[in-house]
Structure formats: structure tokens, C-alpha cells
């Protein structure tokens, strides 16, 4: 009877103490569960005794989750391609625009560790159904160094492309930073031998590489994608209508539709090298005898200012008969 009481006790201590828990507990925190019995003593009417259980140690396994967010101003989540915009069961996430080729489009993400310890997520490109295949890398929000949100072709030139990011557990004793975030950029280029008629894009893809179970929480060999679970002893849950484990990851696609509008100069046909100009021809003098205008002249003699009936400027001037 008495053990059974125990018992009892234990199982309440457990069951309050994980109902307390609102945020992860980090993995590897040990948890020590110790239940006491009381109860009257027979040999001394009166008097109760209390008798301690054994300690029960639980260490905390690791639990590993996170999600990949676009920071556009479309909704965060979705699995859709360039072709229809992003569009599919859940929502629309792409962010659509117009680039010539070679041109670059610079996008904003940042990767979440909802899981309770620090995360290296390998980053990939998903260019989807895009009808030509454009270079995709992602880079730190270092970066941007001139703090615009975005990143210039200086920027993108004076910095080093990133595979993957490490994301801390947040710290639940803070309140107003959340240190499970770490921002990046997607830059996608067009390719130079795109079409008009091509629409290219990219979502970046995040995944986590199994390393142990008291290591990472994952089976070495599996790999967690976005959106996944692990089970207790470590192995990636899929659901059974993904054709693959990757299906489950989350899409963000940001995609351009490829034109040739060119803004610049149009070239002079018989000069390409130079704009065209256009002569500009002065409006007829005041004075037909002085191309420089002032005093008028007499056309006749140049040198007499006196005015004559033959300069058709001079006051008085009559048509002849």
C-alpha cells in the first residue's frame, strides 16, 4: 500500500512539474524527482513518519526543430514553385518581380531554432519549376554593412557566401531578444541566357544532419527538415504522402520574370557609339543687315547707320509702290 502511494506521488510531482515548463528545457538539463510518504506510526499513536523515495534523475534529451521564415511581406510559409507564385495548399509566399539577365534579386530570411539546444542548419536552393536555372547563394547578415536591409553588388562582392547556419537555443530568461534567430540573404541571379519567356526563383531549404541521439537528438545518417519531428529514440517522423523526407521542408520562393527592357541611352543608327545629337539651328537675326542684332543697319552700305528706305527695319519703312 505504501508503495503504491509513492508512486502515486511521483507521478504527481512529474505531471506538475512538466505542466510548469512554458518554454524548452535545454537538452542535457537533469531533472531530480524526489516524492515523500507520511503516514501515522502505529508503534507511537500520535506521531506520523515521513519516508523519502528513492531520487529519480531524468536527463533532458535533445529535441531539435526549427522553421526557415521569409521576411517579405507575404505570408511565412508555403510549398509552391516560380511558375505559379508560390501558390499551393497552405499559402502564398513568393515575392514576384522583373529582372534582365544577370541581374541579381536579393532577399531577406532568417532561420528559427524552436528546438531546446543550438543548431547547424545546412542551407540549400530549391529552384523549383523555374524554366532557367539561376545561381543561387546565401550570405550573412553581416553583410550588409551599410545596414539598408539589403544587400548592393559591392556588398555581395566584399563578402563570402554561406552553407549553413548556427542558430542558438533562445534564452528564456530574456524577454526582449530572442538569441534563436539568425538572419541571412537569398541572392538569386538571373542567368545571362535567359528569355523573356523564362521565370526563374529560388527558396532556400534548411536541413539538420543526424548526428546521435544524445548529440543532436537526430539518428546519425537521417536528416530533419523544416517542418519535421523526431520520435523518441531519435528517428524523423515523415508523413507517409511525402514523396520524399525534403517534401516536408517549407517553400519560400521568391521568383523574377526575365524582360529585356533596357533604361539606357538609344544610340544614333550611323554612330553607335555615341547617343544622338540633334543641330540646333538659331532663330533669325532682328536685324537682317547685323546677324549680331543692335543698332540696324542699311544693307545696302553696312558702314552708314542711317537708316534707308532699302532696310525694311528702319522706322518709316513704306512698301515701294
Known amino acids: 500500500m505504501t508503495n503504491k502511494r509513492i508512486l502515486g506521488l511521483m ?25 515523500t510518504a507520511s503516514f501515522d ?19 533532458v534529451l535533445p529535441k531539435p526543430d526549427f522553421d526557415i521564415e521569409f521576411l517579405g511581406n507575404t505570408p511565412a510559409d508555403g510549398e509552391g514553385g516560380p511558375a505559379n507564385a508560390g501558390v499551393n495548399e497552405a499559402s502564398t509566399t513568393s515575392e514576384t518581380t522583373d529582372r534582365r539577365p544577370g541581374q541579381t534579386l536579393v532577399t531577406p530570411y532568417q532561420a528559427v531554432n524552436n528546438g531546446n539546444q543550438s543548431l547547424t542548419i545546412a542551407l540549400s ?64 541571379t538571373v542567368p545571362t541566357t535567359a528569355a523573356v519567356t523564362d521565370t526563374v526563383g529560388a527558396s532556400p531549404v534548411g536541413s539538420v544532419v543526424g548526428q546521435g541521439l544524445t548529440v ?81 543697319v542699311d544693307p545696302v552700305d553696312p558702314n552708314d547707320p542711317t537708316p534707308s528706305p532699302n532696310d525694311p527695319t528702319a522706322p518709316g519703312y513704306t512698301v515701294p509702290p
Do not use: H
Open 41 to 59: 506510526n502505529p508503534a507511537e499513536p500520535g506521531t506520523r513518519l515521513d519516508v523519502p523515495s528513492n531520487t529519480v534523475v531524468t536527463t
Open 216 to 296: 543532436n537528438g537526430i539518428v546519425a545518417g537521417q536528416t530533419l527538415y523544416e517542418d519535421q519531428q523526431v520520435d523518441t529514440a531519435g528517428n524523423v517522423v515523415v508523413d507517409p504522402a511525402q514523396d520524399s523526407p525534403a517534401d516536408g521542408t517549407d517553400r519560400q520562393f521568391v521568383a523574377a520574370n526575365v524582360t529585356t527592357i533596357d533604361n539606357s541611352v538609344p544610340t544614333d543608327p550611323s554612330n553607335p557609339n555615341n547617343p544622338p545629337t540633334t543641330t540646333i539651328i538659331p532663330p533669325p537675326s532682328a536685324n537682317p543687315g547685323n546677324p549680331n542684332g543692335g543698332t540696324p
Open 11 to 35: 507521478v504527481a510531482l512529474a505531471t506538475s512539474a512538466a505542466a510548469a515548463q512554458t518554454v524548452p528545457t535545454a537538452a542535457g538539463t537533469q531533472i531530480r524527482n524526489t516524492a
Open 125 to 188: 536552393a530549391d529552384t523549383g519549376d523555374s524554366t532557367a536555372t539561376p545561381t543561387v547563394a546565401y550570405y550573412p547578415a553581416s553583410a550588409d554593412t551599410s545596414g539598408d536591409g539589403t544587400l548592393s553588388a559591392t556588398e555581395i562582392a566584399a563578402a563570402t557566401p554561406i552553407a549553413s547556419v548556427t542558430v542558438p537555443m533562445d534564452n528564456a530568461a530574456t524577454t526582449n531578444v530572442d538569441e534563436g534567430i539568425v538572419k541571412f540573404f537569398q541572392v538569386l
